[in-house]
């Protein structure tokens, strides 16, 4: 609970992943960060643009490059509009990736196979 407040009450989200790994904890954080409304710096490369699209639902930055996050946190926080543009669009996205969405498409493909058995 304490770490949902937390991100309640930040002005953006920044999770600097370490790059060729996977991150299922990462995604999840960018992945509710997002879901709260709250425009997300993420460096990553494994991934995180199945999620964002670069300057429109968030921020991606290569991983290991602390200049290149500098400059994404500085457009985020320096410009209050582009934050706000992102925060919006976050939240909308993220709609796709509720559990409701991910077991109706499992759902989907399970009845489009069974029906084509019969």
Do not use: W
Request: charged share 20%; proline share 5%; aromatic share 6%.
């Amino acid at each position: 609970m304490a770490f949902n407040q937390r991100v309640a009450g930040a002005a953006a989200i920044a999770v600097p992943l370490r790059g060729g790994l996977l991150h299922s904890g990462g995604h999840q954080g960018f992945e509710n960060a997002m879901t709260m409304g709250k425009p997300v710096v993420v460096a990553d490369d494994c991934g995180a643009d199945n999620y964002i699209t670069h300057g429109v639902t968030g921020m991606l930055v290569p991983p290991g490059d602390p200049a290149a996050l500098r400059v994404a946190l500085r457009a985020v926080l320096e410009d209050r509009e582009f934050a706000r543009q992102l925060a919006r669009n976050a939240k909308a996205a993220s709609a796709a990736f509720a559990p409701e969405r991910f077991f109706e498409s499992v759902f989907a493909i399970a009845d489009d196979i069974v029906g084509r058995k019969s």
